[in-house]
């Protein structure tokens, strides 16, 4: 049953500054995409089970994991050549890593919800329906059909690079192929890893059974496997249980504190200026003074650790060092915070966030949390490079607004009010086994 959505109005808020353009409504079934339980239920193996790497040692439950609030803990995840989970994540002495990711891992809340049409920090993966495969990305359009959405295009990123699941170019049959540009079609990177899992008796017998061509004898394709875990990420990690979201369907109130942090959210905070809508984002790219930490995301040919975020993307200037907004959904849960994760505390990373020009002077190194790893690349180059600071400072286009150590108080008392832990621990969760046999990171 569908649940009442509610209009959170401006009778709600008379004394807020702009309260006359605040409506938020309540979000319910018709919100989200409509889900196939069997897909959803095949998608779940297959998002724990490590046949998708290169190496067979690395699922997408190794760095979005629910016991890490669908992330993995760290400011820069360890992909290829790690060991185990979060902090406690090793360097394999026998496979050492070449780098850390350069982006913090994001959660996977709500991404199921049809407003949720761009993906990653940059937004290098959108929903276009003037594409032939209605999504455009950097590879050929003709190489995205079949995916159902940009939540099932997603799994092709993280499959072929080499720091993530690949594995480094001779190391394996898939790095082998991507290291030769062979992705798609026959001995293609995604045609190997599809045929591992047709290989498999129990995989095949479910793909059998929710998808007639398949029976047919229809070989099982990369876009499948995809299509079946996005079924269960828009499943698994639906989030609409929090105080707030049962505040905005009249059925509780919020406390003292979280009150005050959401009228303080939606006004003078300016905090809604573009975490917006029922889950707190705009889905649209701001530069915000975030301090650049690790080996940034440039070509591995470039020497430098910088990040420019969305600029990578468009190659527009005024869009340098902006990154996407994120959805405030579980925020409590889901530390390291910012594209580079270099902050552990929310709190602290609330206060740099609301004065964003002093965000990179006010910086403490401690902030960032790493596993145990010595890189190869000084992860604080890009921040003891005075021309980068200044850079990345200069893009901030919003002066911030003062807060007082109380102000800041409540909004953390709304951050709390926005945490849905039945999210993470009431539906399908992780399996004890799957089909390859392979260990599952529990």
């Avoid at 319910?28 to 995409?33: E, K, L, M, P, T």
């Avoid at 994760?341 to 206060?351: K, M, S």
């Avoid at 911030?400 to 926005?418: K, P, Q, S």
């Avoid at 009431?426 to 529990?442: A, C």
Wanted: aromatic fraction near 8%; charge should be negative.
């Amino acid at each position: 049953m569908k649940k009442q959505a509610l209009y959170l109005t401006t009778a709600m808020f008379l004394h807020l500054p702009f309260a006359s353009a605040l409506e938020i409504k309540a979000v319910d079934d018709d919100a989200f995409v409509e889900i196939d339980m069997k897909q959803a239920q095949l998608g779940q193996l297959l998002f724990w089970d490590p046949i998708l790497s290169g190496n067979k040692n690395i699922s997408c439950g190794t760095c979005h994991h629910p016991k890490l609030g669908t992330a993995d803990g760290v400011s820069l995840s360890i992909g290829e050549g790690g060991i185990g989970l979060g902090t406690d994540r090793m360097v394999d002495k026998n496979n050492i890593p070449e780098q850390r990711i350069p982006r913090n891992a994001p959660a996977l809340f709500n991404l199921g919800a049809k407003e949720f049409t761009v993906m990653f920090h940059d937004g290098r993966l959108e929903a276009d329906d003037t594409k032939k495969s209605g999504l455009r990305t950097p590879l050929d359009d003709d190489m995205t059909v079949g995916f159902s959405g940009v939540l099932s295009a997603q799994s092709m990123f993280p499959v072929l690079s080499s720091d993530e699941m690949a594995g480094h170019y001779s190391e394996n049959d898939v790095a082998k192929a991507v290291r030769r540009g062979l992705i798609t079609g026959t001995d293609g990177a995604w045609d190997i890893i599809s045929k591992r899992v047709s290989t498999i008796d129990e995989y095949q017998k479910m793909f059998d059974e929710i998808d007639p061509e398949i029976a047919q004898g229809k070989p099982i394709g990369f876009t499948d496997i995809s299509n079946a875990i996005a079924a269960f990420i828009a499943f698994e990690w639906r989030s609409d249980e929090s105080p707030f979201d049962n505040y905005l369907r009249g059925e509780v109130q919020l406390d003292d504190v979280a009150a005050q942090g959401m009228d303080l959210f939606y006004g003078k905070a300016q905090c809604a200026s573009c975490h917006t809508g029922p889950f707190q984002t705009d889905h649209k790219f701001h530069a915000m003074g975030v301090p650049q930490i690790g080996p940034g995301k440039a070509e591995r040919f470039e020497s430098h650790s910088q990040d420019t975020g969305r600029m990578r993307v468009t190659g527009r200037l005024e869009d340098a060092y902006a990154f996407r907004t994120p959805s405030l959904r579980n925020v409590t849960l889901t530390a390291p915070y910012g594209h580079s994760g270099a902050y552990r505390n929310l709190r602290h990373f609330l206060e740099a966030h609301v004065e964003p020009s002093k965000a990179i002077d006010n910086y403490d190194k401690s902030e960032a949390q790493f596993s145990d790893y010595t890189p190869p690349k000084n992860d604080w180059a890009a921040l003891e490079d005075a021309k980068e600071n200044q850079a990345i400072k200069d893009a901030v286009r919003w002066s911030g607004v003062r807060l007082t150590a109380g102000e800041i108080d409540a909004l953390m008392a709304f951050m709390d009010a926005l945490e849905d832990k039945k999210s993470l621990t009431s539906r399908l969760g992780v399996p004890s086994t799957v089909p390859s046999g392979l260990p599952v990171d529990k």
